[in-house]
């Protein structure tokens, strides 16, 4: 059993950086692959970014590449995703998950889910 917790969120206008961090609770957080969603009013979840359990290997959104990054710290059972240059198009409600098979793309792989934390870009 994992639980996630997202912290970070915030009110940021358009051009400035976050950064979100996920906390994840459990000795075995080094064995989840982790990825970020996140969704807008109205609109379906969408990926973001993913990054494998060793931190080897990152995808990304079309729509954030060169812009985002996302980061793990097993030591600390954190993952984070640094957010820059950000667009008013990017608000949304951020989750993070995490998946015990693979760094994915698809929702539907991952087994745990944070509640998410509220990112607000003004123009």
């Known amino acids: 059993q994992v639980q996630l917790v997202e912290s970070g969120g915030g009110l940021v206008q358009a051009g400035g950086s976050l950064r979100l961090s996920c906390a994840a609770s459990?000795?075995?957080?080094?064995?989840?692959?982790m990825g970020w969603f996140r969704q807008a009013p109205g609109k379906e979840r969408e990926f973001v970014a993913a990054?494998?359990?060793?931190?080897?290997?990152?995808y990304y959104a079309d729509s954030v590449k060169g812009r985002f990054t996302i980061s793990r710290d097993n030591a600390k059972n954190t993952v984070y995703l640094q957010m820059n240059s950000l667009k008013p198009e990017d608000t949304a409600v951020y989750y993070c998950?995490?998946?015990?098979?693979?760094?994915?793309?698809?929702?539907?792989?991952?087994?745990?889910w944070g509640q998410g934390t509220q990112v607000t870009v003004s123009s």
């Open positions: 459990g000795r075995t957080f080094s064995s989840y692959a």
């Open positions: 990054i494998s359990w060793s931190g080897g290997s990152t």
């Open positions: 998950a995490a998946s015990i098979t693979i760094a994915t793309m698809r929702g539907d792989e991952y087994d745990y």
